[in-house]
């Protein structure tokens, strides 16, 4: 796995970027050696957020945390990231190495969360949306006024089918198409 760290606002110590790496040589069976991991720390008003990304072959596997000191939030990404691989763990089997994520389960200890078994998501709800060429502002102004998160529609600039999302820190997202 290649590791590159990025620190915002903030200087990075060895003894965190060592920190770190160990506690992501855990995924190194899961994913093969061209794995990129990109830990991001940033420092915001006494507050400092941890994100780590992971990205192989295709899938990305992503986790963000932000509390008072810069361990605590690693170690709750680290755990985030685990919870997530375990929580699809049969979806995952058929990506990830063979065999690697059955020792990877057996070898972390269970956390004490009330996650689902199940072999399937439940879909509760499916709803049919009328989707028309908007711009990127009429989206927004659009999932605004529905109270969404999220809003999809046809871009009219680019004749593709593209997603506006409302972010944590309060501002905007834009998904778009791509064949990588």
Known sequence: M?????????????????????????????????????????????????????????MVYRAESTMT?????????????????????????????????????????????????DEDYKIVRKKRVIIKPISTDEAILEMNMVNHNFFMFINSETDEVNVVYKRSDGNYGLLEPSAE
């Open 69 to 117: 000191e810069m361990n605590d939030a690693l170690d709750r990404v680290i755990d985030m990231l685990m919870r997530q691989i375990r929580k699809n763990k049969t979806r995952l089997e058929k990506k990830i190495k063979t065999g690697a994520i059955e020792d990877f389960i057996m070898q972390t200890p269970e956390l004490n969360d009330s996650e689902e078994d």
């Open 2 to 58: 290649k590791i590159t760290f990025t620190a915002r606002k903030v200087n990075l110590k060895e003894n965190f970027k060592e920190r770190a790496e160990k506690k992501l040589r855990k995924f190194e069976k899961l994913f093969s050696e061209n794995a990129a991991v990109n830990v991001v720390v940033t420092l915001e008003k006494n507050r400092q957020t941890v994100e780590i990304t992971i990205s192989d072959h295709g």
